[in-house]
């Protein structure tokens, strides 16, 4: 504590400070992910939460690690950029702002990487997705940002939002949450090493003011990523399926074609043909409409009382 402290008083947090007041000045800090919501969040008193699990195999994580180099990525920076893409295919929107944590183990002892405890930071990341620009650059761009933000990690993600709830007099939240275990500093540690107390029989987290939880690590070669959500706020069935277009993402960018991709189509099946279904019929549909307003006339009202561009929605 008495580091920490120590820290505070030093020139880092100060800029830091800095850096975030005027972020929150600018309004480049962007809310959470809109994803729909089934509830109210008030309502729900005792959440309780289920994991999904995405699993990318040894041979593929390499192919993707390699892509990600390329790239000019950190896997983690590849998986949380994966993340967000996913995020955005379920309505996040194109600006938000994840939750991440960052390692803190202030060098005050020879063995601190080696003991056991909480050294981790809240820290604000603000997504912006460009489809102008393919994965790889709107990737570049993120990772770019988690940098520059990592440089201003003196001023935690929790005082960030003391200070957003300060000025706006609500309590702002940040629910949706990104934790990545790879690249730890003690060479061959990794999610392996949960095994030497046995199989995992059952894991989940239960963060408060979370509502959406990742955590990424490597194990045995490959990378698993537990996602654990709070079912009862979302829709039915909404984070199977954002866990399995997590998964399906993944398994695209083996392809190194699939990262000039603008966007990506993630829905499930059934999603996926009513959309094309959708498709199918707008020129028909477009067709007769256009026919009925010409019986109709130019200067003739619509039958819904509009111009027609209801057949979209």
């Not at 809310?31 to 994991?51: C, N, V, W, Y």
């Not at 309505?91 to 002892?109: D, E, K, S, Y």
């Not at 629910?175 to 730890?184: D, L, Q, R, V, W």
């Amino acid at each position: 504590m008495a580091a920490l402290e120590a820290a505070r008083a030093r020139k880092p947090a100060a800029r830091a400070k800095a850096y975030w007041l005027e972020r929150l000045d600018s309004g480049t800090l962007w809310g959470h992910p809109e994803l729909p919501l089934a509830k109210d969040p008030s309502a729900i008193t005792t959440p309780r939460f289920t994991q999904r699990v995405v699993r990318v195999p040894e041979p593929r994580w390499a192919v993707l690690k390699e892509h990600a180099a390329a790239a000019g990525l950190t896997p983690s920076g590849l998986l949380f950029a994966a993340y967000a893409e996913t995020l955005a295919c379920w309505g996040a929107g194109p600006r938000f702002t994840l939750t991440t944590t960052v390692a803190n183990r202030p060098p005050i002892h020879p063995r601190i990487l080696e003991s056991v405890g909480q050294y981790s930071d809240p820290m604000l990341v603000s997504v912006e997705l460009d489809r102008g620009a393919p994965f790889a650059e709107r990737a570049k761009a993120l990772q770019e940002r988690l940098r520059t933000d990592l440089d201003n990690r003196h001023f935690s993600g929790i005082e960030v939002l003391r200070e957003l709830g300060r000025r706006s007099g609500g309590q702002p939240r940040m629910p949706f949450a990104f934790n990545s275990a790879i690249g730890y500093p003690l060479a061959g540690v990794d999610g392996s090493a949960l095994e030497l107390f046995g199989p995992e029989v059952h894991t989940v987290s239960q963060t408060p003011q979370t509502w959406l939880n990742v955590f990424a690590m490597e194990q045995h070669g490959g990378v698993v990523v537990q996602l654990d959500g709070v079912d009862e706020l979302f829709p039915s069935g909404l984070l199977d399926d954002l866990a399995q277009g997590y998964q399906r993402l993944l398994d695209l960018l083996a392809d190194d074609g699939e990262w000039n991709n603008h966007s990506f189509d993630l829905l499930p099946a059934e999603q996926r043909e009513r959309r094309h279904a959708r498709q199918r019929h707008r020129p028909a549909a477009a067709a007769t409409a256009a026919a009925a307003r010409a019986v109709r006339g130019p200067g003739a009202p619509h039958p819904a009382g509009g111009s027609g561009d209801h057949l979209d929605r």
